[in-house]
């Protein structure tokens, strides 16, 4: 069941020069998801593809240029601040680094315990009551609740973050790179803890991260984003095992591979370059520029999204029947 539905969502950030507008970067340029209940969808991307920026679009920390955006029913797009609050209750973020969200002066009882008041779900004895049961929900001991930030290691930190997230009682969590900032060893614990999560309390996660080990192996379906677009979409392990998109196949080379043979094949379709700026994105394809396989039409035609296989999408001409015309596979040999 969708909990989440995004169609066709774009954020462009005006540029100004002397007071005139010269321009926009198009930071999400027609995105369309859905995120079912229970479910985690991971977005991924180098930076600067729109990855986050779709996250707070998603949250309504941002105001969408266009598109529609609906959670369990309801359109967040039509709804002024004062209706929005209600959903925020079901809407939380996890971000990237735990003591940048964390305010340095706050004990983690009001840290943790501040959504309850801002909410009006508890106060005095009983959000300490409260914020003791998401500590210990978390592996952290209650007792922690009356230390500060810095009494923490980073995974630690991290937990609080997540423990603050689940106060309010959510049914969405955005985890914005939420386990970038901490060490190798202790992600594989966050996610374990985010995983077992969502087995108990049914929680859908919009997982965004660029690290591709981390977003397979929590995500059921994935969305890779380039430029601003969402370029191939589908379950997780249809997108890592035959991945649709030469954009998708450059990220999957660019993953260390334990497999000498195997990193050898791969390392033949690393795209070159940085991406194109969003200010000003190539016609065409925005991956043409990068493309190992780009031929004349890509130059031209922008690649829409479309089936190519059940419940696998990708938005290359390659894969429609125009684009894997014998013309099209000799301009791009
Ligand atoms: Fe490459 Fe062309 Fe496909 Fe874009 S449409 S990914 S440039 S082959």
Redesign the pocket.
């Known amino acids: 069941m969708t909990l989440l539905e995004v169609r066709d969502l774009t954020k462009h950030f005006p540029i100004t020069k002397w007071g005139r507008n010269v321009g926009a970067v198009r930071a999400v340029d027609g995105v369309s998801f859905t995120v079912p209940r229970g479910r985690t969808v991971g977005l991924v991307g180098e930076s600067g593809s729109g990855k986050s920026t779709t996250a707070r679009l998603v949250l309504r920390l941002l105001r969408p240029t266009s598109g529609g955006l609906r959670f369990d029913g309801t359109d967040l797009i039509a709804k002024g601040p004062r209706e929005l609050k209600p959903l925020r209750r079901r809407m939380q973020i996890v971000f990237q680094d735990p003591f940048a969200a964390l305010n340095p002066r706050m004990r983690i009882v009001d840290a943790v315990g501040e959504p309850l008041e801002v909410h009006g779900l508890a106060t005095g004895r009983r959000k300490r009551n409260r914020v003791g049961e998401l500590l210990e929900h978390v592996g952290l001991p209650p007792g922690d609740m009356d230390k500060y930030p810095h009494q923490f290691s980073g995974g630690q930190a991290q937990r609080i973050g997540i423990a603050r997230a689940l106060a309010t009682g959510p049914d969405l969590i955005v985890c914005d790179e939420a386990v970038s900032a901490v060490d190798v060893s202790v992600q594989a614990q966050v996610l374990n803890l985010l995983k077992r999560l969502q087995r108990e309390l049914g929680l859908a996660y919009l997982f965004i991260a660029h690290d591709l080990n981390v977003v397979r192996y929590v995500s059921d379906e994935i969305c890779v984003m380039y430029l601003g677009e969402i370029?191939e979409r589908g379950e997780a392990e249809t997108v890592f095992s035959a991945p649709a998109?030469?954009?998708t196949e450059a990220l999957l080379a660019a993953v260390p591979s334990p497999d000498p043979a195997k990193a050898r094949s791969h390392a033949r379709v690393i795209a070159p370059g940085d991406p194109p700026s969003p200010r000003r994105p190539p016609p065409?394809?925005?991956?043409?520029?990068?493309?190992?396989?780009?031929?004349d039409?890509?130059?031209t035609?922008r690649?829409v999204l479309q089936e190519v296989s059940p419940g696998h999408h990708?938005?290359?001409?390659?894969?429609d029947p125009l684009?894997g015309s014998p013309r099209?596979r000799e301009e791009?040999s």
Do not use: I, K, Q, S
Not at 284 to 295: L, M, V
Not at 314 to 319: E, F, N, P, V
């Open positions: 370029v998109h030469p954009y065409g394809c925005r991956f043409h520029t990068r493309c190992p396989h780009a031929f039409r890509c130059r035609e690649p990708a938005a290359c001409h390659l894969r684009g099209g791009a």
